[in-house]
Nanobody
């Protein structure tokens, strides 16, 4: 399994931007899909975005297209999630996730590894 180390959460005002990062520890992301889920208080964990490391193909939750961008830094074995035009409703704990295989991440039940989570709080 890949161990995932997240960074980049914090407090930002509505309309602002944040970048989250997820690095692999112990092995590379080769042959994995990597991305993010988020979970707000009292809500289920939901898919945000993913990238297939080998193919470079990207996947987004429909509601977040245009505001969030996922990318990979091959040299640093790191995935980034650039979040823009943030809204109060984007407030959640964001979890990096990985799944070995082709395509995207799939549902939460299919995830192989989870990061520890990083808090993103958007104030009005």
């Amino acid at each position: 399994q890949v161990q995932l180390v997240e960074s980049g959460g914090g407090l930002v005002q509505a309309g602002g931007s944040l970048r989250l990062s997820c690095a692999a520890s112990g092995r590379t992301f080769s042959s994995y899909a990597v991305g993010w889920f988020r979970q707000a208080p009292g809500k289920e964990r939901e898919f945000v975005a993913a990238i297939n490391w080998s193919a470079g193909s990207t996947y987004y939750a429909d509601s977040l297209k245009g505001r969030f961008t996922i990318s990979r830094d091959i040299a640093k074995n790191t995935v980034h999630l650039q979040m823009g035009s943030l809204k109060v409703e984007d407030t959640a704990v964001y979890y990096c996730a990985s799944r070995r295989g082709i395509g995207g991440l799939g549902p939460a039940a299919t995830i192989d590894s989870w990061g520890q989570g990083t808090q993103v709080t958007v104030s009005s």
